[in-house]
């Protein structure tokens, strides 16, 4: 048997058949169905699928962030300012987002730098809550509580916003999986999750890993914050804000299964949708989200995407038995 | 020149002074044993040499550069690798993996090696060939040895420092990793060695370094350091248990 990593190369080409079964149906699915209100839960979900997958990444070096709406709803002002106040066209706009992001991450490893655990967690989340505050005292500027409004979108037919949203997340969930699972940067991320000291001790950078995954994260996060404002074409305070959007990545990461990028993106699906399933249940809403949240934790601890990926595995080889 | 110069290297932390004005050189191919009771300093003189904490007074120089405030990741890359007491696993990677991600941190990607051929070889010296796709997590504990040598080979270090390598094995593991040290030994690789297995590190080594309190009170042949005085009060205890 040929062997890639623990895996054998039959299970490999089964899996990919089934996300390529997966990526027809989330193509055809909508164009078919003709229904706005699902095709606007799916683009949300897309859109916070790359915002998840985002946070995964920082996971892979052991960067708990509590405050990734830091990224999100900076990038998200960022384009809502250009858009909106200075007219550049949406993909500029974008762009510029997340261009600003980027090297807003790349910035932070520096103080961040000897940060670990809970203090990193809980410095992400001051950061978050510092840019929370400051757009709302800035309301010259930001708009305050009320936000930005008016932002031009890229398009308004919602069926080409679906497909653009879920084209960005397919190639950002490509990219981000292929360097955190298939690349030869995925061995290293996962020494350093087992083990910081040992890496270190046998010549991994560890800094310059954990740097990378910052950058990732925070340009990543950045896209789905630019597309989040172009798409809803209003940004508030709740998209810096630690909670509603940071507790909702996390969430997100932890229903589908951190550490595994497709997982969280799996989760984001999972959350809006159920999110929006229960907008018919009124004023328990929230409570039934969240005790089903809760429930998927407990019950499957690992996340949904591990359960299912088993779950398909056993399929395969009872088949073939 | 010798591999290794430790100069006069002093650490305290806090106000409590772990190692005092220590000083010994390794020559190119030698296999050096460190001995000394709990407490004596030796753990942190491993630290010291490879980075994780930097001396307050001294020098160490490593093919007579000066590598005193260097970090552990640039080390590697001059040539030193070092084995951890506890052992430490990548424990969900597998047992190839893991030696891959010594190769990457190593200095053997700039040596234009073959990666898998040099896998195979290390597989085969250090005996994990039959464990290679099994997750750290699973192997036993001499295995776990077995790994801690052949993730620090990997790297291509010419100075190997093994911490307590024989440590919580049973004596056919410590039989099979003595082995394994000789091999390397007799190929050419240089060897520190720090060791509460008295018994099996003086069989090894032809030179031991004595620590007590944080300083070196002793350094001579195996044969020397059994017969001297002040070793026996400050770590033997009783001269019969090394015979």
């Keep these: 048997m040929v062997y890639v990593g623990s895996r054998s190369l039959i299970t490999v080409s089964k899996s990919r058949f089934i996300a390529l079964f997966i990526i027809i149906i989330m193509i055809v699915a909508p164009a078919a169905l003709q229904d706005p209100y699902i095709t606007h839960i799916l683009t949300l979900s897309s859109i916070y699928a790359i915002f998840a997958m985002s946070w995964d990444i920082l996971m892979y ?16 002002y960022l384009t809502a300012l250009l858009n909106s106040t200075y007219k550049m066209h949406p993909i500029v706009s ?61 398009i308004t037919n919602y069926l080409a916003n679906y497909y653009i949203a879920f084209g960005v997340m397919l190639a950002s969930l490509i990219f981000l999986y292929y360097i955190a699972e298939r690349s030869r940067f995925s061995l290293i991320f996962k020494a350093i999750r087992d083990d ?65 990028i497709v997982g969280p993106a799996l989760g984001a699906y999972i959350i ?38 088993r779950a398909i595995d056993y399929l395969i080889k009872a088949k073939k038995v | 020149m ?69 970090e552990p990741y640039e080390l590697v890359r001059k040539g030193i690798a070092r084995s951890w007491q506890i052992v430490r696993p990548f424990r969900n990677l597998t047992v190839e993996e893991n030696i891959k ?8 990607k700039e040596s234009g090696l073959d990666y898998n051929q040099r896998l195979e070889e290390i597989l085969q010296t250090t005996g994990l060939l039959p464990y290679r796709e099994q997750l750290a997590k699973n192997l036993p504990q001499g295995y776990l040895k077995r790994l801690e040598v052949a993730r620090a080979v990997a790297t291509g270090a010419e100075l190997l420092m093994l911490d307590e390598p ?68 400050a770590y033997f205890g009783e001269e019969s248990e090394v015979a």
């Design chain 1, 61 to 76: 070096t052991n960067q708990l962030s509590l405050g990734h709406s830091f990224f999100f709803g900076l990038a998200a």
């Design chain 1, 94 to 154: 974008v762009l510029a987002g997340v261009a600003v992001t980027a090297v807003i991450g790349f910035g932070l490893s520096i103080p961040f730098f000897k940060l670990r655990g809970a203090y990193y967690a809980l410095a992400m989340a001051g950061l978050a809550e510092i840019a929370t505050l400051t757009v709302k005292a800035y309301s010259d500027v930001t708009g305050g509580e009320e936000g930005i409004r008016g932002i031009t979108p890229f």
């Design chain 2, 166 to 233: 024989f440590a919580g094995l049973r004596v056919d593991e410590i039989k099979g990793l003595m082995s394994l040290i000789t091999t390397l030994h007799n190929r050419g690789l240089t060897l520190l060695i720090i060791e509460h297995v008295v018994r099996s590190l003086l069989e090894l080594t032809k030179r031991v370094l004595v620590m007590h309190e944080g300083r070196l009170i002793k350094e001579g042949t195996p044969e020397e350091v059994k017969r001297d005085k002040m070793v026996i009060e």
């Design chain 2, 101 to 108: 991600v010594a190769f990457y941190g190593g200095v053997l």
């Design chain 2, 2 to 70: 010798p591999l290794l110069e430790v100069k006069n290297i002093s650490k305290s932390f806090g106000g409590l002074a772990a190692i005092k004005n220590v000083s010994f050189n390794v020559e190119k191919g030698e296999l050096v044993g460190i001995i000394g009771p709990n407490g004596a300093g030796k753990s942190t003189l491993f630290n010291l040499i490879s980075g994780i904490y930097h001396p307050d007074t001294g020098r160490i120089l490593f093919k007579g550069e000066d590598i005193t405030r260097m």
């Design chain 1, 272 to 309: 809006i949708f159920l999110n929006s399933f229960f907008r018919i249940a009124e004023i328990i809403r929230l409570l039934a989200y969240g005790l089903t949240a809760i429930l998927i934790l407990l019950f499957l601890p690992g996340g949904v995407f591990r359960y299912l990926s």
């Design chain 1, 196 to 260: 910081e000291i040992a890496a270190k001790s046998l010549g991994i950078v560890v800094h310059r890993y954990r740097l990378l995954c910052l950058v990732l994260g925070a340009t990543f996060a950045g896209l789905a914050g630019s597309i989040y404002a172009t798409y809803l074409t209003i940004v508030n305070p709740n998209v810096l804000a630690i909670v509603p959007t940071t507790a909702l990545v996390v969430t997100m990461s932890m229903v589908g299964g951190v550490h595994t």
